[in-house]
């Protein structure tokens, strides 16, 4: 029973913005969108995480729709650094990370 | 710089012999994780401990045990009973008040010959 839907694979070009989407239709009231990614062969790295309004932080955008049945991450400048699986994640914001689950996500290719 | 130190990088291991791979983090973190990802996989969760001297299963805790004897410190054994333990073994860790925002160490990965 997945929580969110991902494309399996993504392309962008260096120096131009990329969006990385994500379903999450069944989505509880108390749920907040997580983003994280990992570079091939490393421990995943956290990115930035809502509820409903958008937020940005210093690596990223994230667009929550009104409805939150859906996101995008926006990276605003893509580097090959950026090159990873990102994982878009359903979960309560307190309590137990147990709850956090990582599927196949995305993987971005970032092409010079 | 603080962060979770996971050691070895690599290990090789021959089939019937457990192994113990290490993690130790210097985030004052209640909480910490093990997880095992294999090729073109998510990750799925092994063990996972709230606070000293207590941990639960995750969802493949079948073959893997763990300790958490000090806070800084949660070592995950592979025994032999684990039928397929060659993976890459990630450990994190998470301040136990706010966002559930993992800490990852950089993983372990083990090839049992």
């Known amino acids: 029973d997945a929580k969110t839907t991902q494309p399996t694979s993504m392309d962008c070009a260096e120096g131009r913005a990329a969006n990385l989407p994500c379903n999450h239709s069944?989505?509880?009231?108390?749920?907040?969108v997580y983003w994280y990614r990992q570079i091939h062969s490393q421990g995943p790295q956290y990115i930035i995480h809502?509820?409903?309004n958008n937020e940005t932080n210093e690596m990223a955008s994230l667009i929550i729709t009104e409805d939150r049945k859906s996101s995008t991450l926006i990276l605003p400048h893509a580097t090959l650094r950026d090159t990873a699986v990102y994982y878009c994640?359903?979960?309560?914001?307190?309590?137990?990370?147990?709850?956090?689950?990582f599927g196949s996500g995305t993987q971005l290719t970032v092409l010079p | 710089d603080g962060g979770i130190t996971q050691s070895p990088k690599y290990l090789f291991r021959k089939e019937g012999q457990n192994v113990t791979l290490s993690c130790e983090q210097n985030?004052?973190?209640?909480?910490m994780y093990w997880y095992r990802q294999d090729p073109g996989q998510g990750l799925r969760l092994i063990y996972y401990?709230?606070?000293?001297?207590?941990?639960q299963k995750g969802d493949i805790a079948e073959g893997y045990s763990v300790s958490r004897e000090k806070k800084e410190s949660f070592p995950l054994t592979v025994t032999s009973a684990q039928k397929n333990p060659t993976a890459f073994y990630l450990c994190?860790?998470?301040?136990?008040?706010?966002?559930?925002?993992?800490?990852f160490g950089a993983g372990s990965r083990l090839t049992v010959l």
């Open positions: 994190a860790s998470r301040g136990l008040t706010g966002a559930n925002v993992l800490t």
């Open positions: 069944t989505i509880s009231g108390n749920e907040y």
């Open positions: 994640i359903v979960s309560p914001d307190s309590g137990s990370a147990r709850q956090l689950t």
């Open positions: 401990s709230q606070i000293v001297n207590d941990f």
């Open positions: 985030l004052n973190h209640d909480a």
């Open positions: 809502g509820l409903k």
